[in-house]
Nanobody
Framework: QVQLVESGGGLVEAGGSLRLSCAAS????????MGWFRQAPGKEREYVAS????????AYADSVKGRFTISRDDAKNTVFLQMNSLKPGGTAVYYC?????????????????WGKGTLVTVSS
């Protein structure tokens, strides 16, 4: 079983930035595709971004393109999400996700492992 532990959430003003981290317990980390999902209060969980096992391929939801950047450090078994220009009403719990296949992480059905989430609160 792979454990994913998110960190870096907190309170930020609209327009500000925050960097989330997700540390994985598995030595197979570099073979996994990694991603981030989020769930706003009263809404369904939604895809945010993902990065393939090589790190060469990334993908983003349209709503975050140009503002968020996903990256990974395989030496530290960690994936990051740099979030800039956070929007009012952007409060959500952000979840780290892993896919053993190594690519094609774009929906909840692609996820093999979930973290417990970290709360990002955006104040207006």
């Amino acid at each position: 079983q792979v454990q994913l532990v998110e960190s870096g959430g907190g309170l930020v003003e609209a327009g500000g930035s925050l960097r989330l981290s997700c540390a994985a317990s598995s030595r197979s980390f570099k073979g996994y595709a990694m991603g981030w999902f989020r769930q706003a209060p009263g809404k369904e969980r939604e895809y945010v971004a993902s990065i393939a096992r090589t790190g060469l391929s990334t993908a983003y939801a349209d709503s975050v393109k140009g503002r968020f950047t996903i990256s990974r450090d395989d030496a530290k078994n960690t994936v990051f999400l740099q979030m800039n220009s956070l929007k009012p009403g952007g409060t959500a719990v952000y979840y780290c996700a892993a896919n053993r296949r190594g690519y094609g992480l774009g929906a909840e059905s692609d996820v093999d492992y979930w973290g417990k989430g970290t709360l990002v609160t955006v104040s207006s």
